[in-house]
């Protein structure tokens, strides 16, 4: 390479193209090292080209969405509402729909009909439609009886081509012929010629004539397809209001659908979905804002490229004083500072594009591998394999971004670099100085405040209303935080390593030695630490996260009874005048089904008063609309100081308007107007309270109930430990109740909340003249059942009482504990690779110092014991400031609350597996440190870095 002085003046023309010439051939002169750079970047943009790549597959584009919902189909029409001339929808989702100020088409709104219109009275007569209507089933297994969907139409018809498919055997000719899945075949133990006998809606036996696969349905679905009417009965005319209705030669263009809307119907057209019409176009628009899931991926991401600088640069850092004898001999023939700025920048940028461009496409390939893995059958799952072209744009450029600034550092100092000292090979050893540590505290306070300050406005943004842009702003303000405290940690970093050496020292040669050589070295030590610090970074707050939504998804759930309970209500839906629900007397035969199909469980008849029905409203005059006497009802009394301010009084009259606020919602726990399988009053012996909660009794509520009081499971209905019923006709507070009486009270919390207010013996309810009567039966399983026994117990329970069903409680489902230890998992791998690839760098940038150590004798034990402290203090510290970060993100995002004191996103890490980052991390760390360096018989060498 011949490089004339003249032509290297910063400002001179050409020297941009000079310094990104000389930046690649150093980059192809070390090769092992931009390999290794371009690696460092590759990574993190892999992982963040599979994920948006999966997430993107996830969605599917217009076209495939028109075959997933119509098939060949050219539109579905569904009956939503009666006429109303201000009804519309969204033009790409027809159920998104409600009125609007806007009517399209007044002349069409002129002549509606008063009730719902019929899907055919639409439509020039002769116009082909095709029905498909959802029913529910109960057929015959192998085990016993199942529950099953089922679909009533003609799915079969080649219109549905690529919605429904016909995957053997042969379409149903009569009503007596049916379809199904494969997995259903499996469950049923029949095959395709076989006979299915079906015991409701209505009972009859079908032959099965083929199987059928449904695009959006997963390999192990099961469900049932027959003609309109098979199953039920209802043929599609006579229930317009739950049937789909198919087009498959009649197009439907916007305006067309403009003036069916009004009718009460709404659209979903092919043309429609292929060119919708312009957005902002119409009323109704269900343009879906950025998800949390994107939000997340944009918040990981900075985090991710933000170790990406932090990696690269501790390589660049090493590279950087491998070249100094490099860089030292440009200088001397005429580079300044500015030549030496470019050429090292433009090594970033370079390797920065490099490893962009590798990542994306490993980040691809193992996108696709996962999706093969991962796909379950279902096409909607998976509807083709998409390319988010922007985020794959933004990700290559802010992974060139993070090249460039992972140089930068570096490139600065190489702007100041000792021209003299480095041509003979003389390096100082940097001097500490107080500005680092203070800008480093500086940094961290200031992060602190940033972090606070964004959980200080995600609170405000939800007060007095939900305001979306300061919740993203606040959200800005927790991802900055934290990036400002690591950027203060990188700072006070060296203070922090010469604090451990003084401590370390007191452990013996190797660790002193070891410690000392980092804290002198924080050129290639401080990078190291804090590419590990970002891992965990990342990993703490993603757990803490997992966690938070774990917790909260638990807190939401509702239980119908303890967990791993099979339970039956004895009320049974009448489907005739007058339609409603029957209390069913066959409590005792039912709970031997049960005992019969869990032997190991004994099951328990449980007891009720009746709640207030919903439609008694009492007239001043206290007479009923018909002027009968209106019948009392007793009913525990709320204490309104308890439950949120401003939903107390409401709560306490059992209105139903206004709970949108979710800022304090009100638990439906303690609504009066609960269902009447969960009414307030529970009456029975101790065992049956034991079956209730899910736990052992007290002594106090065994002392309670025996002293003829009642235990109630919520602090709401316990006031000066007592409990007030009251005999009212009305929910309405106004009204002075019949009766009240006072009862001994207490509190008995189960494990999780329950829909049993208050609980009493039978020999009180008796005293206090309750009409109590049993409503249901539940049996306490020590495991969820299997699919085989919950058929068996539910053809028990039929055998008894046709109408009645088994339900088990799941509990809401367990996904924090699999996420986080599987993120535990990943996050060990991920560390390691990062801590030996920063070890590796800083032992590259110390072979000179090992070399020493070697030739003045140094025993295998003694280097072990060097690289194990080296591993120890690096990783070690960078675990811990790591994990203590991590936790601030999560930390602010709790100071979010509700009108009741409680935190919308509570603050919950998961402190096990953040404690095996912190000591089995760098302990593994240091024990593979102590093996590799035992061995090292590092020479000296003086050859010339400049070729």
């Not at 009909?113 to 029905?131: C, D, I, N, Q, W």
């Not at 709560?651 to 308007?657: A, D, F, I, P, R």
């Amino acid at each position: 390479m011949s490089v004339e002085p003249s032509s290297l003046a910063g400002g001179r023309s050409g020297s941009t193209r000079i310094a990104f010439r000389i930046a690649r051939r150093m980059a192809l002169q070390s090769r092992g090292r931009s390999a290794l750079i371009a690696l460092l970047v590759a990574i993190p943009v892999l992982g963040l080209v599979g994920i948006t790549t999966v997430d993107a597959s996830n969605t599917a584009s217009p076209a495939e969405r028109v075959v997933l919902e119509l098939g060949s189909t050219e539109a579905r029409v569904m009956i939503v509402a009666s006429p109303d001339p201000k009804f519309t929808q969204d033009p790409l989702n027809d159920r998104h729909w409600g009125p609007s100020d806007e009517a399209f088409n007044g002349e069409a709104a002129q002549s509606i009909e008063p009730e719902p219109v019929t899907a055919a009275s639409l439509f020039p007569a002769g116009t082909r439609l095709l029905s498909i209507r959802q029913a529910n089933v109960v057929a015959e297994t192998k085990d016993g009886l199942g529950s099953f969907t089922a679909v009533q139409g003609q799915p079969w018809d080649a219109s549905f081509a690529g919605k429904w498919d016909v995957t053997s055997g042969s379409a149903p000719a009569n009503d007596g012929e049916i379809m199904v899945t494969a997995a259903t075949l499996d469950r049923l133990g029949a095959t395709v010629g076989s006979t299915a006998a079906i015991t409701a809606p209505e009972p009859g036996e079908f032959t099965i004539v083929g199987t059928i696969r449904s695009a959006w349905l997963d390999d192990a679905a099961t469900s049932f397809y027959g003609l309109p009417g098979a199953f039920d009965g209802v043929l599609p005319d006579d229930s317009d209001l739950l049937t789909e209705w198919y087009l498959p030669d009649t197009p439907l263009t916007w305006s067309q659908i403009g003036d069916l809307n009004p009718r009460g119907a709404t659209v979903l057209s092919r043309t429609v979905l292929l060119d919708p019409p312009p957005v902002n176009s119409y009323p109704l628009d269900g343009t879906v804002s950025l998800s949390f899931f994107d939000s997340f991926l944009i918040l990981l991401g900075g985090f991710a490229l933000f170790e990406v600088a932090l990696l690269a640069g501790a390589a660049f850092t090493v590279g950087a004083r491998t070249q100094q004898r490099t860089l030292a001999t440009l200088a001397s023939v005429g580079g300044d500072k500015r030549m030496l700025f470019r050429v090292m920048s433009f090594g970033g940028v370079i390797l920065g594009a490099l490893g962009a461009a590798v990542g994306t496409v490993l980040g691809l390939a193992g996108a696709w591998i996962f999706m093969q893995i991962s796909a379950n059958g279902s096409a909607a799952r998976y509807p083709g394999f998409h390319l988010d072209l922007l985020s794959l744009l933004i990700i290559a450029a802010f992974a060139v971004l993070a090249g460039w600034c992972a140089a930068a550092v570096p490139a600065r100092a190489a702007g100041r670099i000792d021209v003299l000292g480095a041509l003979r090979g003389a390096l100082r050893p940097p001097r500490p100085t107080p500005r680092r540590p203070a800008a480093g505290i500086i940094l961290l306070a200031l992060g602190a405040i940033v972090a606070v300050s964004g959980g200080l406005l995600e609170l405000a943004a939800y007060f007095p209303v939900y305001q979306a842009w300061l919740a993203n702003f606040g959200i800005g303000l927790i991802i900055a935080g934290p990036v400002i405290m690591q950027l203060g940690a990188v700072f006070l970093a060296p203070l922090i390593l010469r604090w451990a050496a003084g401590l370390a020292s007191w452990f013996g040669p190797g660790a002193r030695l070891a410690t000392r050589d980092v804290a002198r070295n924080p050129g290639r030590s401080v990078p190291a630490l804090a590419a590990i610090m970002s891992c965990v970074f990342v990993a703490a707050f993603a757990m803490s996260l997992i966690s938070t939504f774990q917790v909260n998804s638990s807190k939401d759930y509702y239980y119908s009874v303890p967990e791993d309970t099979a339970w039956v209500s004895l009320n049974a839906y009448v489907d005739e005048p007058p339609y409603g629900t029957m209390l069913l007397e066959s409590g005792p035969e039912v709970r031997n089904a049960l005992d019969g199909a869990f032997p190991d469980s004994r099951a328990r008849l449980l007891s009720s008063v009746a709640n207030p029905p919903s439609w008694v409203k009492t007239p001043a005059d206290g007479e009923t609309a018909t002027g009968s006497t209106a019948p009392v009802f007793a009913y525990p009394r709320l204490d309104p100081g308890t439950v949120c301010p401003s939903d107390a009084t409401r709560s306490e009259v059992g209105h139903q308007e206004d709970r949108t606020d979710i800022r304090c919602p009100t638990p439906y726990y303690l609504d009066p107007m609960m269902s009447s399988i969960s009414e307030h009053i529970w009456v029975g012996d101790i065992a049956d309270f034991a079956a209730i909660l899910g736990v052992p009794v007290s002594d106090q509520s065994r002392a309670t109930l025996t002293a003829g009081g009642a235990v109630s499971t919520y602090q709401q209905y316990v006031v000066d430990d007592t409990i007030h019923l009251d005999w009212m006709a009305t929910l309405d507070a106004t009204v002075a109740p019949a009766r009240s009486v006072a009862l001994a009270g207490s509190v008995q919390s189960p494990e999780h909340p329950l829909p049993y207010a208050i609980f009493m013996l039978t020999e009180t309810a008796d005293s206090l003249e309750l009409d109590h009567r049993p409503t249901m039966v539940v049996s306490s399983l020590n495991a969820a059942p299997t699919q085989a026994q919950q058929d068996q117990v539910q053809g028990a329970v039929t055998a008894v009482e046709p109408g009645l069903f088994v339900q088990v409680e799941p509990g809401p489902q367990a996904f924090g504990a699999s996420w986080t230890w599987a993120l535990l998992a990943l996050t060990a791998i991920i560390a390691l690779v990062t801590a030996s690839i920063t070890i590796g760098l800083a032992r590259a940038d110390g072979h000179r110092d090992n070399a020493v150590l070697t030739s003045l004798g140094a025993s295998p034990r003694v280097r072990r014991a060097f690289g194990f402290w080296q591993a120890v203090v690096i990783v070690g510290l960078g675990s811990v400031i790591g994990v203590l970060l991590g936790l601030v993100p999560s930390l602010a995002l709790s100071l979010t609350r509700d009108t009741a004191g409680q935190s919308l996103l509570p603050f919950t890490p998961p402190w096990l597996q953040l404690a095996l980052i912190v000591v089995a991390l760098p302990a593994l760390v240091a024990v593979g440190g102590a093996l590799t360096a035992g061995g090292n018989r590092t020479r000296f060498s003086n050859r010339a870095a400049f070729d």
